[in-house]
């Protein structure tokens, strides 16, 4: 998103040493994640703003969360989150 959205030159190096290891998301999931992640990126700003953005700045955030703990404590942790 470094080169998509800033333009920013990053050598190929880089991309490299990031490469998946043996495995690889499916398509499908990978033009999710582009789509929520140009949209989540937008400026907090009134004229970026709209159901699809705030979905998208969700999803993020859930992605974010999931991947750093389990389902059984994810949930729990969310629960407690939103009404407290």
Request: glycine share 2%.
């Amino acid at each position: 998103y470094l080169r998509k959205i800033l333009y920013c030159e990053i050598p190929e190096q880089v991309f490299q040493s990031l490469a998946f290891r043996g495995h690889r998301p499916n398509n499908a999931l990978l033009v999710l994640a582009d789509v929520c992640y140009r949209r989540a990126l937008l400026p907090m700003h009134p004229s970026c703003s709209g159901p699809d953005i705030t979905l998208a700045r969700l999803a993020i955030y859930l992605r974010a969360h999931w991947l750093r703990m389990p389902l059984r404590l994810l949930l729990p942790h969310l629960w407690r989150k939103a009404w407290h």
